[in-house]
């Protein structure tokens, strides 16, 4: 599949800690309203505000936009291999997905930290560098049925589920704390970066044409990107170990 990621850059230093929001532009079989031009809007009003406030010396940021998501995280993982050296610096991913319904908020934020790779970039945990070979298609693939460590890996320190937590205090709405969403964050978790995601339940269905503007919850929207910006400003605040 062809597909292209739009990458935006704040204050950039070479070896500077940096911190990514992302989301993904394509849609499926439906207009895309919720999932995910609502993730698309955070993205851009988050850069916005960045922007505008200027980041701590030295920090950097990035705002990408992923495509072909909805084909099997093709962006994600194209930018996964481009950019290995840079994501060394990563403190933070912070993904939004479909965050226009009118329910509960979930955070991916309940699986601690397991199933990682031996260094950044592999995507194979250290575990099952003896039970997997790499096929003629240069894909993995296990020798023993059952393992799914990648499939349930998860990186979520302690600090970031803190953090979460306190930032949710001051919504007014129920935030609930889930483990395995399915989206561009997986990749990056499975690579051994530390990575969540925020979603936003109810609403019309997505993937078919009620997934329509006029559905979307502004409210919803605003809530999501409260919560990712009190995350983000809590970092840089912080001082690197």
Known sequence: ATSSNIVGALAAKPGAREIIVSAHYDSWRGPGAND????????????RYYHSMGLPRPASMRFVAFGGEESGFLGSRAYLQKHQSELQHCELLFNID?????????????GGVRGLPG???????????????????????????????????????????????????????????????????????????????IAVAGGTPTHGPTDLPEAVHAESMELAARLVRAVIDDLLRSQPD
Request: hydrophobic share 40%.
């Open 36 to 47: 995910n031009a609502t993730g698309v809007a955070v993205l851009l009003e988050l850069a």
């Open 98 to 110: 479909q965050v226009g319904g009118d329910g509960a908020i979930y955070t991916d934020t309940r």
């Open 119 to 197: 260094n950044i970039g592999s995507q194979l945990p250290r575990e099952l560098a003896d039970k997997a070979f790499r096929d003629p298609d240069e894909r993995w693939a296990l020798l023993m049925p059952g393992e799914s460590a990648l499939d349930s890996s998860s990186n979520v320190p302690d600090w970031l589920r803190s953090t979460v937590a306190s930032a949710v205090t001051d919504l007014g709405r129920e935030v609930i704390a889930s483990n395995g969403a399915d989206s561009d964050h997986r990749v990056f978790v499975q690579a051994g970066i530390v990575a969540t995601d």
